[in-house]
């Protein structure tokens, strides 16, 4: 009866999906996303030909010996050489008018019109990478999500766009009250998929160590947040563990990944008191984000985990000033709360979880969303 008492406290003050909405409807929350603008930019702007030119004309004679597409070392994409041999007149002609197009939306229609008419086409990776492009310039979030797929469909390694799928993906789940099972099947697929990648992945021809770094550094949080995600949704709370701490260790203002990993750490057995920590600074980004229902939210269930926790308020005001201006918590931080006599009846793994990816539902449609700047 001890232990029952807690379990019905904790279960009145565990985030709900309303709750979860509230706390990753920030920007903040979405920084992982906002992390494909790279991915995005880099992979179609050098891959993309000027709308002002064209692949080159070919020539009546070359109709029966495949024409190639003309490419400055400037356009040169990032994953294939820019130059294409393109088959006959006909599929140059629709090539070249799809990228002429100045409005995105309408050049994206366009280019992927090209990708169903010419499947077998060298220039089909290229054309689905600059319609994913024209769709992130033209800000359609759903869009992009979509050109990404197509373009996996192609080349199936191709880990930026594994990228691009596996960040708006979790960004769009963790807007819902519930996930849709292909949804969260997607974001392990290629979380894991892109972690596989990431040790072979070569720096790309064109690119400068500097980028390759930041590219990296974008893809290695995006995929363990991801990986969180799917381990969370399992119940898997030491991979959730290890994944997210990875993802924080390079963005601590990943609102949602601070998040998931405080209450993976809040609602372990035995309870490990760095989640105070990850708690304390995802309240920090909230606030600085300007979101305050996202903090409330925090705030009640961190207040609530650390009195029970530790057994009284004491010692928690100063975690929470700390977190503002640390990314990390100190050297021994967990050692430094004083759990109550029985600090774990305070646990139930797989509340949060459930609360953070409940299924099965359809995903309602994500609303286009204003265009990052571009690098």
């Given at each position: 009866?001890?232990?029952?008492?807690?379990?019905?406290?904790?279960?009145?003050?565990?985030?709900?999906?309303?709750?979860?909405?509230?706390?990753?409807?920030?920007?903040?929350?979405?920084?992982?996303?906002?992390?494909?603008?790279?991915?995005?930019?880099?992979?179609?702007?050098?891959?993309?030909?000027?709308?002002?030119?064209?692949?080159?004309?070919?020539?009546?004679?070359?109709?029966?010996?495949?024409?190639?597409?003309?490419?400055?070392?400037?356009?040169?994409?990032?994953?294939?050489?820019?130059?294409?041999?393109?088959?006959?007149?006909?599929?140059?002609?629709?090539?070249?008018?799809?990228?002429?197009?100045?409005?995105?939306?309408?050049?994206?229609?366009?280019?992927?019109?090209?990708?169903?008419?010419?499947?077998?086409?060298?220039?089909?990776?290229?054309?689905?990478?600059?319609?994913?492009?024209?769709?992130?310039?033209?800000?359609?979030?759903?869009?992009?999500?979509?050109?990404?797929?197509?373009?996996?469909?192609?080349?199936?390694?191709?880990?930026?766009?594994?990228?691009?799928?596996?960040?708006?993906?979790?960004?769009?789940?963790?807007?819902?009250?519930?996930?849709?099972?292909?949804?969260?099947?997607?974001?392990?697929?290629?979380?894991?998929?892109?972690?596989?990648?990431?040790?072979?992945?070569?720096?790309?021809?064109?690119?400068?160590?500097?980028?390759?770094?930041?590219?990296?550094?974008?893809?290695?949080?995006?995929?363990?947040?991801?990986?969180?995600?799917?381990?969370?949704?399992?119940?898997?709370?030491?991979?959730?563990?290890?994944?997210?701490?990875?993802?924080?260790?390079?963005?601590?203002?990943?609102?949602?990944?601070?998040?998931?990993?405080?209450?993976?750490?809040?609602?372990?057995?035995?309870?490990?008191?760095?989640?105070?920590?990850?708690?304390?600074?995802?309240?920090?980004?909230?606030?600085?984000?300007?979101?305050?229902?996202?903090?409330?939210?925090?705030?009640?269930?961190?207040?609530?985990?650390?009195?029970?926790?530790?057994?009284?308020?004491?010692?928690?005001?100063?975690?929470?000033?700390?977190?503002q201006s640390q990314d990390a918590p100190p050297p021994g931080f967990a050692k430094l709360i004083t759990p109550s006599e029985n600090p774990n009846s305070m646990n139930t793994p797989t509340e949060p979880a459930r609360n953070l990816l409940p299924q099965p539902a359809t995903p309602a449609a994500q609303p286009a969303t204003q265009t990052p700047p571009q690098p």
């Open positions: 009866m001890g232990q029952t008492r807690p379990v019905n406290r904790r279960r009145q003050s565990a985030p709900t999906g309303e709750d979860m909405k509230a706390v990753f409807n920030t920007n903040q929350g979405l920084s992982a996303a906002l992390l494909t603008v790279a991915l995005i930019a880099a992979a179609s702007l050098a891959a993309q030909t000027p709308a002002s030119q064209s692949p080159a004309q070919p020539s009546p004679a070359a109709q029966t010996s495949q024409p190639t597409a003309q490419a400055t070392p400037a356009q040169q994409p990032v994953e294939e050489p820019a130059k294409k041999a393109l088959k006959d007149h006909a599929e140059y002609d629709a090539y070249a008018s799809a990228v002429k197009i100045k409005d995105p939306a309408e050049r994206a229609t366009a280019l992927e019109a090209f990708a169903q008419k010419y499947p077998r086409s060298v220039a089909l990776a290229q054309a689905l990478t600059e319609a994913l492009a024209a769709w992130q310039e033209a800000g359609n979030r759903d869009q992009v999500v979509d050109a990404a797929r197509r373009l996996l469909v192609a080349q199936p390694a191709n880990i930026r766009a594994m990228a691009i799928v596996v960040a708006l993906d979790r960004a769009k789940a963790a807007q819902l009250d519930h996930v849709d099972a292909g949804l969260l099947n997607e974001i392990c697929q290629f979380s894991t998929g892109g972690l596989n990648q990431l040790p072979i992945w070569q720096k790309p021809a064109g690119m400068t160590d500097a980028q390759f770094t930041a590219l990296r550094n974008s893809m290695t949080v995006i995929f363990n947040a991801g990986a969180g995600t799917c381990a969370l949704s399992q119940n898997d709370l030491a991979k959730a563990r290890e994944t997210l701490a990875q993802a924080v260790a390079i963005d601590s203002t990943d609102l949602q990944s601070l998040w998931q990993l405080s209450i993976t750490d809040l609602e372990s057995r035995p309870v490990d008191a760095n989640g105070f920590w990850y708690c304390a600074r995802a309240i920090a980004i909230a606030k600085r984000g300007q979101n305050q229902p996202a903090a409330d939210t925090a705030i009640n269930y961190c207040n609530q985990k650390y009195t029970a926790y530790h057994g009284a308020p004491d010692g928690w005001d100063p975690i929470l000033v700390a977190a």
